[in-house]
Each structure stands twice: as structure tokens, then as C-alpha cells.
Nanobody
Framework: QAQLVESGGGLVQVGGSLRLSCAAS????????MAWYRQAPGKEREWVAR???????EYAVSVKGRFTISRDSAENTAFLQMNSLKSEDTGVYYC?????????????WGQGTQVAVSS
């Protein structure tokens, strides 16, 4: 069983930056990819960015060019560098660990870290 712990959230002004971390620990058979999602108040959770452990990255249109996802393979940690933050980036940010591409491959979620962007 893998455990994920997110950190780095906080309160920041519009235009500011934050760097989120997601550290994976426990029994991890394999890390195929890690991804970030967010959930704004009253809205459904949405995908933000994803990185395959071999390095391939993908971004939601709403954050492309402003957010950068990266990983430290040795530390089993993913990061999300968020620049030029907007008020609509406010929400709880969750990370997810994927152990494979198959639908039955275990996936794990963290508890989330709050990001608040004030104008």
C-alpha cells in the first residue's frame, strides 16, 4: 500500500507562485506516473497535469505555460511548480500515483493540500 503526502499549499496573491510536492512512501510496486488534480469549492475534481516516470508530461489547457510538473525518481516525489497564479487556480490540490496503464492497476491518492489565490 502506497501513501502519498502533499505539501506546499498556502495563500498567495494573484500573479504569485507556489511549489507543491507529493511524496510517495510505503509499499510501491512501481511508479508508472504521477498526476495532479484540483477541486475548487462547489466544483468537480479536475485533472491538472501528469508525468510519466520516464519523463513524458501532459498539462490541462488551463495551466499550460504556467505550471510545470516534475519528479525526483530517487525520492519517489512529484512536484508542481505553479507560476502566474490566478484566482481560478484556488482549490484543494491532490496527487495521484499510477502503478500502470491497465485499468486494474492500483492507483493511490493523497489527502490534498489547499491553495488559495487572492486578488
Amino acid at each position: 500500500q502506497a501513501q502519498l503526502v502533499e505539501s506546499g499549499g498556502g495563500l498567495v496573491q494573484v500573479g504569485g507562485s507556489l511549489r507543491l510536492s507529493c511524496a510517495a512512501s510505503g509499499t510501491i510496486s512501481r511508479i508508472f506516473a504521477m498526476a495532479w488534480y484540483r477541486q475548487a469549492p462547489g466544483k468537480e475534481r479536475e485533472w491538472v497535469a501528469r508525468i510519466e516516470w520516464r519523463g513524458r508530461t501532459e498539462y490541462a489547457v488551463s495551466v499550460k505555460g504556467r505550471f510545470t510538473i516534475s519528479r525526483d525518481s530517487a525520492e519517489n516525489t512529484a512536484f508542481l511548480q505553479m507560476n502566474s497564479l490566478k484566482s481560478e487556480d484556488t482549490g484543494v490540490y491532490y496527487c495521484k500515483l499510477e502503478t500502470g496503464v491497465a485499468i486494474e492497476s492500483p492507483r493511490y491518492w493523497g489527502q490534498g493540500t489547499q491553495v488559495a489565490v487572492s486578488s
